[in-house]
């Protein structure tokens, strides 16, 4: 389901003078030279959209009446993100999740993507939850277990899902665990991370040689004691142990209250460790909430170290890290919630990308804090969505994505095709 | 399915000669009266069982393998009550969940819970879920909600909740609301505490007068901003406002990071407006943990409390507060896990009521703050459970609860005779 | 020591026409009306300084090298906050701390504040900390000490600070205690909450009938177990009971963990009890940042209940609460500290009056959750400081305050008069 | 100043027959041969006492009135602990702090620690204060700082205190550092982190072939926005690239709320790279309150990861870690906090030499998650004390430490000693 290339451009001709005023507004105040590169940065950066994210989430105490027209199979997500793509330009891969999605027709599902010109991104493999016809639980872990048995089990089914990817032209292999432990002396500590590191290795070694492993930390639930790779530096540690294909991936929701994310991004960065991001905004704990909502500084921020570190490091930013958006939308239309979130990843990367570095790094050399906290904030409150709005005016798509979206009426378009009543695969 | 009184016989028989011995070795360091009275107020403490609690929970990431023979029906779920009093003589209420557990058949209800010798405590009114033949949505709030026909609907539910638990002989209508916002902006928050207010007011007014409301309160899940009642100030707020029956109720899951809870139970006494209590542990968040399986000290200075702001008032321990466990069990047999819990909370109390309160008032006068803490450490350091065991054989019941439980294999022949894939309703 | 106004002339110069295209462009945008009436609020703003925040402040762990030139007495400190008035027409008054700031000559003391058109706001007294000479120790607590003449002497401080404050002209007496325990046992919380209470209505009565009582919370520290007035809940309690001049004042720092603060004050306005604000910021704990240093966007969010709370009361938003900024400058000149405290709540303030409100309430009317993030991140996301620019030039102060300050070389000038090693008093 | 021999005598006498009776009912639940293996530990256990603990602390807000009889010098430290150590035989080793306590005259010194059997334990740099007569500030940090001369004075003091400690026969340097930043921007998290560990390298290969470098780690406090070394992870990351003599330091209170410090505790062990331990309790940031105040069964919990983990790499308890307290004494005379803190470590070792590890290895190969919890809380619940007790009886110290020294009414001689108005040096 497409949107009409016409639709897109009546769109855009509507706003086209307010946003050439607003862009010019921002020419009188930073070099035309850098707000060039800043654009084309943008242009480059896309984040992949994870085929969970599609469908309306649930909290443990259930889940809310349905949004309609959710997709109701693996074509019908890669047509969501999509969608998405053709509005923002900005969502050109998608992160599928086995055995949410497994791809049946592999040829047909890679015609659509690319009808869309979508790729496909890291694929996350489950050990969280067991499968209908499973031998073994994952009650007490899958990696960690103390039964061998059960480790194969989650091990086979790692290298199965590297398998699917590498038919679809994946390049990385995301692994989230949430083996832990509810009660103290459930769990010796050490054997469970032992266990966990045997079983990735023999992941690893599975492993093309141009994928990445990306090793997900989480500070706690759904184990509510402990959890066997609780923050990035156990997941620094194993990435370390299995060698140069394994990375840290950072979900923004993962974290302790305060945990300063940035300074971690940062010495993930140092280290040649960072592998990507899970982007999602939190208040409590793993809120999952839409990127930019409730923090959208702290997203600056991390944005700001991921300029400088990925710089220093001569790297390519739209490509040397993973960057995939993870999200549940339970009050939201998923679709909208998504485009907010692109929109928030997209602005706090524009800002990065115009903070004046040479002046902030002066700054921080004279130890002058008051005007380097001026250099960053002054960044911050200048209204740099017009150069996001631009990137996307020069990749043929929207000025206003969620403008569109809804002056398309775009659920309705879904839920007449698919019907009211349809379910995601997912949380 | 009842214990057979000769199998708890032969139990307590096998274990008299050392339980008598840890007896005896109390009474050479307190005084036999001190002793006695704990004992007698143990054998008094009822601690009711929400019939939520009797299956496996789950987390929004699933639920794993069910431990099999859970209880198909209200009857059923009774009689697991039962057992578990039968076993500690500690747990004769049960506490229902409205729609989880709708008495269809009252008279037979009762019976069965008058074979077990279990009183019907507080009814629990869910406005967090959607019902499947339900006019209205709760997805943006229950009696929050901008809609007067919602509140309407939540109001008239909370009715007929109370109607129910009226049949039954509850003297208590629990009201415990998810009604937030996950967004900035979302929500109005004085309208929707407003809002609330006048829908509790409604319910309120159809209270028997000797019943009371316990307005219950949360910091956040499932709503991720912000939670309408989200603390004991607002719940005290409301609570005054409604008038002399309705109370405050703490879950000790329910605060935000490092709270000190037993300060805010101390003040709601002080209040007159503390109603009672759902019990569980937890390390992050409402983790819904086996009471006392992380924080036990917290436990005991709760109680502490609890005792001393009683007496403070002459209230009677065991009938003027609602003592109710309020759990999930994801990883242990949830009988099991109740058995640990209602240990747990009897061993906080036995030790609350040994504090030596006139040397710790002593203390407090003279601001020996290194010799009250020598008290209650005493206190807490000391191994009370013989009392608890005591009070069980006083009331029949088993020396060790648990133990028996493993021994009769009881979890098996609940599976004989209810079958392997029994779920029961609950979260 | 004054700014000649000719050196705030000249730089304004320099800067009106970039300014004056800048406040053009948000013209174009905004109804001319709205950014009317909120460059009028904005220059009718005032935030009060604290004494104590004039000078280097420190932790526990010590103080470092001092920025030199601190004043070095009361008249030093006003004319401090009279040179930041000068260039900001923000900072209107000055907040006095009893004893640090003993008021010895007072027409003389008013003549200076006189001369920089400055306010005396609310007065602080002092009882977390021991006086010389005094008879008592705070160490055990003050207003809620168990013995009755150690609570005499802090009430009879308080007294005192009124009479100090009614005879400067200030209309507030700000209560913040540090009573509380260390450890468990130490404190019996009820008859502390009662003593507090008891004392509070000592001081209470002695207020002038044009004064408020504004009683702090704090959740911890200095205390590490309880605090006595220790969150909202307890404030309002205790506010309640002594009458219609108590209030509850706001600390930004002073919650745990995650707290929803706008919430707070949403409901602390419903129920006509929010006194004012001590302004800050910070990650951990009561670190005393620089406000909207760490979190700009809950600043906004506070103020957007404020706005909307204030206006639903038909309050005078700046009459009606007390504004301070309470703050401590480990590593900036506390001059410039302040200035961009002031900019950063003048500009959460702007953005809040620049909220459409009509628009938000009908995206919450009709659960358009969506639609409601977007009015508030599209308020926040636009770049409103040439409203408070223009209202700085309105008032004849500088258009841009700290680039002034550091033009003149103002430290310099001050270490020139006063001295390299002056200290404040002050934490 | 000595106990004498007698007075320990006396106590003992009227407390032995109590003594024996609880000894020997612990005998009859447990083998001979445990307790008498854990009495010989407990004797064997040492906890070096900290200079700067002896006399009395404060917070930012200032230092309530002084205990008295405050040591005034290093002699009367290290009489502090010999005291300490006559009283527990548990304290035979102090740390010291350059520049809190710098040895003049080395060998009398020695001299002093020898008549009370006392060793030297890890010595303690301090680059978190500015000194006196230093050349440069650490305002904005020391090893990490932009500017290499204020780095290079920062290694030249910690060369400098491995050269003081050399002479007294100390092991081991404990490197804490207060450096990081306060506001975002004010740091280059990568540099600091790249300076910091060059200059540990330069101290590092100053260290003696048989000592230690203890790299601590620390969230938050005095930098409230980032922390250099702010957690295990990079704390370990540093202690890897210097080498084998390099080991990470855990100091319970400095973590972010709810971190699961017993996990992070087994897997240093397993890494090999636990260096030692802080002591203390906490229940909001680094509340440096008396060990096992706030939250004893996770005391007991890292005491069980320690016992099983040492055990696993057969390490020797006493001897292979460093043991050491770090608190603050606001509201408690030091020498009683400090018997306190000792105890209460002591009883933690106690508990876990005797958890039933076969029986809980057991459980966890089942998943027994039940039978693990019992067995634990077994454990904790069983009155250990009278083990505790028996190793002080056995090595010749008091069965009551607490009780002797107030029977002996040894503040009052310490005050008529040395003063009333006597402080030390220290926080």
Chains 1, 2, 3, 4 share one sequence.
């Not at 896309?46 to 309306?56: D, N």
């Not at 059960?150 to 990385?172: F, P, Y």
């Not at 050490?190 to 045997?198: G, I, V, Y």
């Not at 170290?305 to 390519?316: F, S």
């Amino acid at each position: 389901m497409n949107i009409e290339q016409k639709h897109i451009a009546q769109h855009n001709d509507s706003l086209i003078s307010a946003h050439n005023r607003k862009l010019a507004y921002l020419k009188e105040d930073f070099p035309q030279h850098d707000l060039e590169r800043a654009i084309q940065k943008l242009v480059d950066f896309q984040i992949a959209i994870p085929s969970w994210a599609l469908g309306t989430g649930g909290t443990r105490f259930g889940r809310f009446s349905i949004i309609g027209g959710e997709p109701r199979n693996i074509e019908e997500k890669i047509e969501d993100v999509g969608l998405l793509h053709q509005l923002n330009a900005s969502s050109g891969a998608i992160s599928l999740h086995i055995p949410w999605d497994i791809p049946q027709d592999v040829a047909k599902i890679k015609e659509v993507a690319g009808r869309f010109g979508l790729a496909f991104d890291a694929v996350n493999s489950n050990t969280f939850q067991d499968q209908r016809d499973a031998a073994h639980s994952y009650k007490f872990g899958s990696l960690q277990h103390v039964d061998k048995a059960v480790r194969q089990q989650a091990i086979a089914h790692n290298i199965e899902v590297i398998k699917q990817g590498d038919k679809l032209g994946s390049k990385a292999l995301t692994v989230w665990l949430a083996d832990g432990s509810c009660f103290p002396g459930q769990l010796n500590f050490r054997r469970a991370f032992e266990n966990t590191l045997q079983s990735l290795e023999e992941i690893y070694v599975q492993l093309p040689p141009d994928w990445k492993m990306f090793v997900e930390y989480k500070a706690f639930e759904p184990n509510f004691y402990s959890t066997t790779i609780g923050d990035w530096g156990q997941s620094l540690l194993l990435a370390s142990k299995l060698g140069n294909q394994a990375y840290t991936l950072v979900d923004l929701g993962h974290h302790l209250p305060n945990a300063n994310i940035e300074q971690i991004v940062s010495l993930l960065l140092m280290e040649g460790k960072l592998g990507g991001f899970h982007f999602n905004d939190s208040k409590y704990g793993d809120d999952d909430l839409t990127t930019g909502s409730i923090k959208p500084y702290q997203l600056f921020l991390i944005f700001n170290e991921l300029v400088e570190g990925m710089d220093a490091r001569e790297m390519n930013h739209a490509k040397d890290l993973g960057w995939m958006i993870d999200a549940s939308h339970n009050v939201k239309d998923p679709l909208e919630d998504l485009l907010q979130s692109v929109e928030a990843i997209m602005l706090a990367y524009a800002q990065a990308l115009m903070v004046d570095r040479p002046a902030l790094n002066s700054a921080q050399q004279r130890n002058d804090v008051v005007r380097a906290q001026e250099i960053l904030q002054h960044t911050f409150r200048t209204d740099f969505r017009p150069l996001v709005a631009e990137a996307r005016l020069r990749a043929n798509a929207a000025l206003s994505p969620l403008a569109l979206y809804r002056d398309l009426d775009y659920r309705n378009q879904l839920i007449r095709k698919r019907g009211k009543n349809t379910t995601s695969t997912g949380l």
